[in-house]
């Protein structure tokens, strides 16, 4: 029987610590889905589509992950897509607290059996999260090999433009 799984997310932008929880989810399960959710609480650097286009291309060389877009709720779009399992990182205990309660609630509105399952984020990027790469980015800091050098590349052409 085929597993698949969604790791979900708002990658605004994806960080190295995405990009290591991807790799180990594609050898676990037959198809993964990179969910990019919109979230009109966060502040955004890129756009929803270009979200979609970055993620494309930095992981092109996954056969067996692809990207997809929502909006909504996270289990509305995990049970219209029947998915197996869904994919959690944690980076640290105050993730851990508040991820149990999303995926406890999620459980309840799943209409099929659905297993959250968390994965550890590898240590070396444990203090790393979209929010903190674009406050350090915008302020002048250095973020290379904290994001993928695609991401990167796009960061700084989109700085250009807006200058």
Known sequence: MKKTALYVGSFD??????????????VCYDEVVVGIAMNSKKNHFFTFEERKEIMEEILADFENVKVDMFTGLLADYVNENKFDFVIRGLR??????????????????????????????????????????KEVYSLGGDIKGLVPDGVLKHMEKKKIGEE
Do not use: W
């Open 92 to 133: 640290a205990t105050m993730d851990f607290e508040y991820e149990i309660q999303m995926a406890q609630m999620n459980a309840r509105l799943y209409k099929h059996d659905v297993e959250t399952v968390f994965l550890m984020t590898n240590p070396k990027y444990s203090f790393i999260s979209s929010s903190l790469i």
């Open 13 to 26: 932008p994806i960080t190295n610590g995405h990009l290591d929880i991807i790799k180990r989810a594609s």
